[in-house]
């Protein structure tokens, strides 16, 4: 199963920023937090990850908690383009899989 | 920008019949993967593949799937004898390596509708 909870769908207004939220109390020390997203049912496509350390890179940016419980990742001027599912995923220590959940609907609204 | 590449994008087939899904990950990864997902389902992990074998595989991965590395390119997703409930979406993916922190990078997938 997931480690990670969302919640189910956000709106968001283009042009603003998307702070998509997401919990994973249970994480191990050494467990990085991914973001991927999917648009349609095309595949999943790689945003941003991080294990400690704020991140960001051209797509977006990735907070992560003091105590890792939790995180956001922040799309700071949302487009139309960018409606899709987010998922958070924690990758598992000494395996190769994404466990997926159900992520987060983004629907961005003109 | 390296992306992985799934053929066809398309396959009907019939229940029963031996299907091949082909996949050419990025050029310098060493590490492969297949998921699935069925319409309305979660993504679902398949099975790895490092340095010519099997490195983890899921409950659905049975013995009606194989997977192999022809060449040094391609990647394929056999399913031997194939069920109404094998239609699906099934992507392949690729990393540089396994280690934790490493991305992997999906292709767009092939859509697998069993009649």
């Known amino acids: 199963d997931a480690k990670t909870t969302q919640p189910p769908s956000m709106d968001c207004a283009e042009g603003r ?67 899709a599912v987010y998922y958070c995923i924690v990758r598992v220590v000494n395996t190769d899989k994404l466990i997926f959940g159900t992520g987060t609907r983004l629907q961005v609204f003109p | 920008e390296p992306e992985v590449t799934q053929t066809p994008s398309h396959q009907v087939t019939q229940m029963g019949q031996e299907v091949i899904l082909r996949c050419v990950p990025i050029s310098n990864h060493l590490y492969f993967y297949w998921y699935r997902q069925i319409l309305g389902q979660k993504v679902e992990f398949l099975v790895s593949f490092y340095n010519n074998e099997i490195s983890e595989k899921s409950e659905i991965f049975d013995d009606q799937f194989s997977v192999e590395r022809p060449d040094g390119s391609n990647f394929t997703l056999k399913i031997r004898s194939t069920k109404l409930e094998d239609s699906a979406m099934y992507f392949c993916a690729s990393s540089e390596s396994g280690a934790a922190g490493t991305e992997a990078f999906f292709g767009q997938g092939t859509r697998l509708t069993v009649v």
């Open chain 1, 17 to 83: 920023a998307a702070n998509l939220p997401c919990n994973h109390s249970t994480i191990s020390g050494n467990e990085y937090v991914y973001w991927y997203r999917q648009i349609h049912s095309q595949g999943p496509q790689y945003i941003i990850h991080g294990l400690k350390n704020n991140e960001t890179n051209e797509m977006a940016s990735l907070i992560i908690t003091e105590d890792r419980k939790s995180s956001t990742l922040i799309l700071p001027h949302a487009t139309l383009r960018d409606t």
